[in-house]
């Protein structure tokens, strides 16, 4: 089949894809708007540009997006490629240093001779070959407004939330530690992978009191929407009731002082943004306070009192469809198949389940490319779940989601008489879920 294929976002589901397609033989046009126009979270004009966390969360086995990597590198992912080569410690997560990530993906992409990086605007879907929108939660107000006239439906509108980054240097070490919650994945003799401020129940009240007296930036109209919960401001939480926080980002348990043993009442932990450790960014720490209010309220937190940052918390519109109600299992528009949809704006949340999309999108191009139906996988893969959650029949409350264990087939509980743990249940899931992978590959050679 000869016809063109344009991928609208480079992001990390269309920069995924068109890496899948690369790879398989087939040219690519990959438009990205930046550095012409930007958005109000980007602000570089790389591809794969990380505007929220540095982290791609665990990795591991007994947790769901840890079987999403496994199933990602697999499939040689670009994605998991980059991410491997820009890692960071981060105990049991999986972080990358942030400029060096959006580089990586940058330099492979630019060095394949099928793909074409466009640097312009779409504010028209292309009339001809196979177009993938993988335009993101920050889609322009042009494209947005072409995508609701092609799809006829109203889009739902959510609000991701950017985290602080500090400057290392400027964080008190004399009230600061080191240290891995329960000292997972951490050497005999080592420090942990979070810097951790520690608050007494006093300084704790005092904080949350200053954060729910804060100035924030006014909402819009269009902004009367829920957050998602996997990305909800630090405010918002504090509204929901004084000990919410600490039983969140701010949670205590397995942070005690690494050389007196002290137990403390919050504690607010920091996560290294670059390799260099250089840069920290304060985990779960979104917010939409105005810049002063931010800097006034976080310097209340035991050794960031001075602190200096290079980049404050902030908020901005998130756009996903109705999916179950337009697309089919293979990301294709049902009213106009030619046209696919990928990442972020199809309704999965996180980097990794935006990327897997975009790998998912890219195979089945391919397919399509080749004369074939898209070769689905089994829904007892991560990949497979997170599809059948996109073309799920829960169309009036869909809601983005995040790979878990609750979209794959469940282990049994006993193995005999011995109860299985729920790390061990979770372990067997996830090793299924990469033989039927295995086994769903050789179908696709």
Known sequence: MSQNIHIIGAGLAGSEAAWQLAKAGFAVHLYEMRPKRMTPAHHTDKCAELVCSNSFRADNLENAVGLLHEEMRRLDSLIMLAGDESKLPAG??????????????????????????????????????????????????????EIQTLTGEEHLNFFDAIAPVVDAETVDMSKAYWKSR?????????????????????????????????????????EDVPYFDGCMPIEVMAERGLDTPRFGPMKPVGLEHPETGETFHAVVQLRQDNRAKSLLNIVGFQTKMKYGEQKRVFAMIPGLENAEYFRLGSLHRNTFIKSPLLLDKSLRLKKEPRIMFAGQITGVEGYVESASMGLMAGRFLADIMQGNEPNIPPEDTAFGALLAHISGTRIENFQPMNINFGLLPSAPKRDGKRRLARSERRRMVSEKALETLEAWKKQSL
Do not use: H, W
């Open 92 to 145: 049991g997560a999986m972080a990358v240093d942030r400029e060096l990530f959006s580089t990586t993906v940058t330099n492979y992409l630019k060095a394949e001779p099928l793909i074409t990086i466009i640097n312009e605007e779409i504010t028209k879907i292309p009339a001809d070959g196979l177009v993938l929108i993988a335009s993101g939660p920050l889609t322009s107000d042009a494209l947005y407004q």
């Open 182 to 222: 329960y000292d997972k994945n951490v050497v005999e003799g080592e420090s942990g992978d979070y810097l951790n401020c520690p608050m007494n129940e006093e300084q704790y009240k005092a904080f949350i009191a200053a954060l729910l007296d804060a100035e924030y930036m006014a909402f819009k109209d269009f």
